[in-house]
């Protein structure tokens, strides 16, 4: 009985492993990857974000000097 249970904790450690390895590759931005040969090369594709421009006026009746 206590094989039975050494194996299930087995398979769901490799089963939430292979989860875990599947949700950061689909969130990822590699273009490219090469996993063995490469050990683990990823080619990304960032795009450029513009940050946005804040003007900073003073509210109306302050007093700033």
């Given at each position: 009985?206590?094989?039975?249970?050494?194996?299930?904790?087995?398979?769901?450690?490799?089963?939430?492993?292979?989860?875990?390895?599947?949700?950061?590759?689909?969130?990822?931005?590699?273009?490219?990857?090469?996993?063995?040969?490469g050990?683990?090369?990823?080619?990304?594709?960032?795009?450029?974000?513009?940050?946005?421009?804040?003007p900073?006026?003073?509210?109306?009746?302050?007093?700033?000097?």
């Open positions: 009985m206590a094989d039975l249970a050494g194996v299930a904790v087995l398979i769901t450690t490799v089963a939430a492993a292979c989860i875990g390895v599947i949700s950061q590759i689909q969130h990822s931005r590699c273009v490219k990857l090469k996993v063995c040969w050990m683990c090369d990823c080619t990304r594709s960032v795009p450029d974000v513009q940050e946005p421009v804040v900073i006026t003073p509210a109306s009746g302050s007093h700033v000097e």
